[in-house]
């Protein structure tokens, strides 16, 4: 999401004429007083692409926002959490998912309990919070995060008209009260939330069930994005950069559009088979009496090197317990011969650990229902 968000705003930012210059000042002062998260990052220049990779931490809060049709709801939880890499330089983009159930010390804030389950950084420190875990947790330097609520999934899902997924079993999660028979179908708003939230009526009912759910939510996200040309539609822009100003919280390093035009102008190029969704590798397992995740340390560094060093990566394992495989979606035609810029000595492209599941944007992979 913050990725699209960056690319509809440089969409923005490169128009002309008086209406342009309304719609900017509209969604600039659109946007959530600021978190700011002590990022040791330097900015992006204010015109041009980043010349370096960056990397933004999007958490998907689960409190509801305040809004009452989500019912009362308790603690406020980063039951998202992803670590999205972008580079220039290799010409690639890679997003992280962290299971919610991770056992991992919570670090940076105000109150340091100790290890506990990942998706309780939120609750103990916010946003910068949030950063300085993942951080800890990874050995990455995150310069740039956002926080979105459930209105803000239902009002980008609608700018954007929806997104084709592929259900090879029906979904019945009696606990959200979500059915979705077999088939394809286009979600948007409530049922792209819900679909989104689903953990009971998908795989194996687990969290990670959910993940590899949702990356197949995403990967059709950019391949619409990609193929239908959908950011040179001034209204669907408009739409779009409203709902996330109004329904995301960003670092205080993020707030500025000139930032987000920079980092949109290196993702814009970025070949959808350059594009990965890959889940924090780990298993089941128990700590101090409680269930949940237990890392893979081995394995994690052989990601987060790859990220360190900016290289391509990979996928070798499979892409999740909740969904099966589908097709391979071949690279739109692109609208200009410009051929992106690789650097000559951009690292050679790292095979991660079959451990690791996930997938490229080019897989059309399928939701799988119930198995348990």
């Known amino acids: 999401m913050v990725s699209l968000l960056a690319s509809v705003l440089a969409v923005v930012l490169a128009s002309t004429g008086s209406i342009a210059a309304i719609s900017i000042w509209q969604i600039a002062n659109s946007f959530k007083p600021g978190v700011d998260i002590e990022s040791e990052g330097e900015a992006p220049p204010t015109v041009g692409a980043i010349d370096g990779p960056v990397n933004i931490l999007l958490v998907g809060s689960d409190s509801g926002g305040g809004n009452p049709a989500y019912g009362e709801r308790g603690e406020n939880l980063n039951d998202v959490t992803i670590l999205l890499h972008i580079s220039p330089v290799s010409h690639s983009a890679i997003a992280v998912s962290f299971p919610r159930d991770l056992f991992v010390p919570i670090t940076g804030c105000k109150s340091s309990p100790g290890t506990r389950k990942i998706n309780e950084a939120l609750y103990n420190g916010g946003l910068a919070c949030a950063v300085s875990t993942v951080e800890g947790l990874t050995g990455l330097n995150i310069g740039y995060a956002a926080q979105i609520e459930?209105?803000?999934?239902?009002?980008?899902?609608?700018?954007?008209?929806?997104?084709?997924?592929?259900?090879?079993?029906?979904?019945?999660?009696?606990?959200?009260?979500?059915?979705?028979?077999?088939?394809?179908?286009?979600?948007?708003?409530?049922?792209?939330?819900?679909?989104?939230?689903?953990?009971?009526?998908?795989?194996?009912?687990?969290?990670?069930?959910?993940?590899?759910?949702?990356?197949?939510?995403?990967?059709?996200?950019?391949?619409?994005?990609?193929?239908?040309?959908?950011?040179?539609?001034?209204?669907?822009?408009?739409?779009?950069?409203?709902?996330?100003?109004?329904?995301?919280?960003?670092?205080?390093?993020?707030?500025?559009?000139d930032t987000m035009a920079s980092m949109a102008l290196a993702v814009k190029d970025i070949p959808l088979a350059n594009i990965a969704f890959v889940t924090y590798p780990g298993g089941s397992g128990t700590f101090n009496g409680q269930n949940g995740v237990l890392p893979r340390p081995a394995d994690a560094q052989v990601l987060m090197d790859a990220i360190a060093k900016d290289a391509p990566i990979v996928v070798t394992g499979d892409a999740g317990g909740g969904v099966v495989a589908g097709d391979h979606v071949s690279e739109p035609t692109p609208t200009s011969s410009a051929s992106p810029t690789i650097e000559p000595d951009t690292p050679a492209p790292v095979q991660l650990p079959s451990t690791i599941s996930g997938q490229q944007a080019t897989e059309e992979t399928c939701t799988a229902g119930q198995t348990f």
């Not at 999660?173 to 979705?180: A, G, P, S, Y």
């Not at 759910?213 to 539609?233: D, G, H, I, P, Y």
């Open 150 to 257: 459930f209105d803000g999934v239902i009002a980008m899902s609608q700018a954007l008209g929806g997104v084709e997924v592929c259900v090879a079993s029906p979904i019945h999660d009696l606990q959200i009260h979500f059915d979705l028979e077999a088939g394809k179908h286009t979600l948007k708003g409530w049922s792209a939330l819900m679909f989104l939230r689903s953990r009971h009526g998908v795989g194996d009912g687990s969290d990670t069930t959910r993940i590899s759910n949702q990356q197949l939510f995403l990967s059709a996200m950019m391949r619409k994005v990609k193929s239908e040309e959908v950011l040179t539609n001034p209204i669907t822009v408009y739409s779009l950069a409203q709902a996330a100003a109004k329904n995301m919280t960003l670092s205080t390093s993020l707030q500025s559009l």
